[in-house]
């Protein structure tokens, strides 16, 4: 009802009359005043004018599900959304639900986190109100073995709502961090459940820096407000997040992870670097020289061979 | 407390007097009554004599954590074991733990489940005390592109501890079910938890049909009991198929994948058969000649082509 409410007012642009929303609505009068005084103790601003009726000016400064689903216009993800202004991480959370029977597409997000995680059991800087920290629970008819297509697949789809929302010019370090420079902009995490011949369930989590200043972010890190000096609507690019996963979702599903390679060539900043990876099957150092068809980092060490990487960290070396 | 009177009446063999067994256990004789009093409830029967004191003459057949801890020997696997009369499925349980923390090596095990589950979201038939329904708790260290791998091995586990300790010969179809002749004994399963560069936990989930009668079993089926025509002690093949479990579980991490796949080889009853892979990339039919390191079934098709199967159900032909 509340999301009903809020969405005819701010689809009206100016007044609507008590007497209009009650007919859109079909609830009393009282009953709309009510849900509006509710709304503005929840930050949203509404004015209210006698003769006019009420008029929408703004939402309050959080991922509430009525705010990310307004013409959010996906087919899959986000028709189920879990708000929390604080959890452990929405990564325990998700991976929960998905135990429980989650359906596809259900989204945990928060406005903060007090273990959020990051890659190899790090943790994710999680400042109140400032990031977007968000995971989606996907059902791919995919092998176990596959899963690796769905991180790189995130990692495509993060920087391309990034860049194209923000105008900025993000790139991937292998395997799906989001760097501005050598900055981190944005993580992506998987987590999967699979049986022996199919998974049951992924989490991707997506972690990112949005409005934070850098005091309240590790080293090495930035932020879109950082990047552009602009304060951005958190709402809106989760939004653009979620349309941009759906895509390539779609496009993993028809087309297979051709085409999410060649896209995730174009954004690396890896490739064609002469990089250390840091692995506990051993380190390795030489050129970034391509991606295997698994979504593998191959590289050429100084006496010509080539060496697949399938996990650990990089360091982009000169 | 229970459990160390169970375990000192069983290695005495012969009767203890209460005051020996209140002395080794360090509780009043009084006590001791009153725990022998709960474990007859429970269908152990001991025998109390004036002036002899207590002697142990047998267990109830159930698979009590008490009986399969009684010189088990195992130094990872059943440290924790939670037994219940009847679940939904010890898949179901055990994930949950797994995804609660708990610590490698739990097992749960059961005397029936309302909802056994098989490969490929089939069921596993679980007649009440008939059965040995377990799952064990795994954490390797292992990428979860190498997962297969303890299918496998947990499929050489069970066809070795059941081989030698009722003495049949049982074989394995890829990829894990254990049969007599075409009849199959035993099944495993395995669910797992894993982020993009590391396993969290394995479920490996083992059901054997151990004293059933064919009609209580589906179509295809044998038990233990009907191949060698006797009533085994579950809780005997139990802790043999731990102690094996664990044996092949260190071999894997010492020596690696290698000798699995060579004893897996000698168990086998798929290669050198005629057969047919019904998979949803594609039915596959010719003989099955190799498996590769990974676990892969290679079938040579009627053109000498070789293909290469990583899931589906194997039909062995002719």
Same mark, same amino acid.
């Given at each position: ?29 009282? !009953? ?11 930050? %949203? ?14 939402? =309050? ?13 996906? *087919? ?11 959890? +452990? ?10 135990? &429980? #029977?989650?359906? &596809?597409?259900?989204?945990?997000? @928060? ?5 959020? *995680? ?29 899963? +690796? ?7 495509? @789809? ?12 993000? *790139? ?13 902009? @944005? /993580? ?16 991707? !989590?997506? /972690? ?40 390539? %979702?779609?496009?993993? !599903? ?15 900043? +890896?490739? /064609? ?6 692995? =506990? ?22 006496? #010509?061979? *080539?060496?697949?990487?399938?996990? #650990?960290?990089?360091?982009?070396? /000169?």
């Amino acid at each position: 009802m509340r999301n009903k409410i809020v969405h005819f007012l701010k689809s009206a642009g100016g007044y609507l009359s008590g007497e209009e929303i009650s007919r859109h609505i079909k609830i009393s009068r009282a !009953g709309i005043w009510k849900y509006i005084q509710e709304l503005r103790e929840d930050g %949203y601003d509404i004015v209210a004018v006698p003769h006019l009726g009420y008029r929408y000016l703004s939402s =309050p400064d959080r991922l509430l599900p009525v705010e990310i689903l307004f013409e959010l216009g996906t *087919k899959i993800l986000g028709k189920d959304i879990r708000h929390f202004d604080s959890l +452990t991480s929405t990564m325990d959370v998700a991976f929960q639900l998905g135990v &429980e #029977g989650a359906c &596809e597409g259900t989204v945990v997000c @928060a406005e903060s986190q007090t273990k959020g *995680k990051g890659r190899l059991g790090r943790s994710w800087a999680s400042p109140k109100g400032k990031g977007i920290y968000m995971s989606v629970i996907l059902r791919p008819a995919l092998l176990p073995s596959d899963l +690796t297509q769905l991180t790189l697949l995130s990692s495509v @789809a993060v920087c391309e709502a990034v860049n194209k929302f923000c105008n900025i010019a993000a *790139k991937i370090k292998w395997p799906n961090d989001i760097l501005v420079g050598d900055k981190k902009l @944005a /993580g992506i995490l998987t987590e999967s459940s699979a049986e022996m011949d199919r998974v049951r369930f992924i989490v991707v !989590g997506i /972690g990112i820096n949005v409005n934070a200043s850098l005091s309240q972010l590790p080293p090495h890190s930035t932020s879109i407000k950082n990047e552009t000096g602009q304060k951005i609507s958190r709402v809106v690019l989760m939004q653009e997040v979620l349309r941009s996963l759906e895509r390539w %979702y779609a496009v993993l !599903g028809k087309d297979g992870f051709a085409p999410v390679i060649a896209r995730w060539k174009q954004l690396s900043s +890896t490739l /064609g670097h002469h990089v250390r990876v840091i692995d =506990p099957s051993g380190d390795v150092e030489g050129e970034a020289v391509d991606l295997d068809e698994n979504g593998g980092l191959i590289i050429r060490d100084d006496n #010509g061979l *080539k060496i697949k990487r399938m996990s #650990g960290d990089v360091v982009h070396i /000169g």
